[in-house]
């Protein structure tokens, strides 16, 4: 009997061990996970507060390859400006609302380690916006688009387009396909111009106050308008397109008109002979 006693205190005592092992283990457990808890906690606070900060703040934003679209508009349609945050803007995201917009082909846009965003913008090529309908932008490659938001802030930066038909206007959207963009933004003012041996041409009003006269299929050799200038004497000075020679001829006169008797037949003339050359 007494030996039984002692068998029931020591299966008694490991019983009270086991529990108190138990109670160790729990205690270690909740330490761990109230340790894991805190420092959860502390990170999302710290998270939180970074976020509310002016550190989570875009330091810089920079627009390049822009020209119809000033920075400012650029910006507001991407949604940025100096209060978001440079963590939660994604890249991805800017570049896809940018290029929904009917007047950008192309977007890239790069996040810098000093907490800048660069956005460099392709534009599409708008040969010029209708006078008798500032709305109506001729697109290349898509002709004629209605843009109901296009001010006097947006059409300033835009060639003036005046007096051609659709059909003309057709035609001019071709022969533009092969134009740098550059020398789109040269142009002031597109309008319909005639001679004597061509009713059927196009002047082009540059900025810089000199006007280019061009059959549609010599407008691609506006491409040269650089080269020219270099050599190019006086100011608001009239020229004409050989499109069989390739070049482009300063001509005298009152270039505004069509009533160029003298300057019609020398280029008529030079147009007749190296038509005689070619096809001799």
């Known amino acids: 009997m007494e030996r039984l006693d002692i068998q ?10 086991l529990l108190k092992a138990d109670k160790r283990k729990k205690k270690k457990r909740f330490r761990k996970r109230l340790k894991l808890f805190i420092l959860i906690g502390a990170l999302i606070a710290l998270g ?39 963590i939660l803007t994604s890249s991805w995201w800017v570049e896809h609302t940018l290029k929904n917009d009917v007047l950008i082909k192309n977007v890239d846009v790069r996040k810098n380690l ?26 290349q490659g898509e002709g004629i688009v209605q843009l109901e938001e296009a001010g006097e802030d947006l059409i300033r930066n835009i060639p003036r387009i005046s007096g051609l038909n659709s059909d003309q206007l057709t035609r001019l959207d071709e022969a533009f396909e092969n134009v740098e963009m550059q020398y789109v933004h040269m142009i002031s003012e597109i309008l319909p111009f005639a001679t004597s041996y061509d009713s059927d ?22 491409n040269n308008y650089k080269n020219i ?8 000075v009239c ?7 390739g070049n482009i001829i300063k001509e005298n006169g009152d270039c505004s008109s069509a009533s160029q008797t ?7 003339e030079s147009d007749e002979n190296v038509s005689e050359n070619v096809q001799e």
Request: hydrophobic share 40%; charged share 25%.
């Open 8 to 17: 029931v205190d020591e299966v008694r005592q490991v019983g009270e061990k």
């Open 48 to 86: 939180i507060f970074y976020l509310l900060s002016d550190m989570s703040r875009v330091k810089s934003l920079t627009v390049t390859g822009n020209h119809v679209y000033s920075d400012e508009v650029v910006l507001e349609k991407a949604n940025l400006n100096y209060d978001s945050s440079f």
């Open 114 to 139: 000093q907490g800048g965003i660069e956005i460099n913008i392709e534009e599409k090529m708008i040969i010029g916006y209708l006078q008798e309908d500032t709305h109506s932008l001729l697109i």
């Open 201 to 222: 041409m196009i002047q082009l009003v540059m900025m810089d106050g000199n006007r280019v006269n061009t059959s549609y299929r010599g407008i691609e050799l506006i």
């Open 229 to 236: 200038l270099a050599e190019l004497e006086g100011t608001h």
């Open 239 to 245: 020229l004409y397109v050989d499109e069989f020679s």
């Open 262 to 268: 003298e300057n019609e037949e020398e280029i008529a």
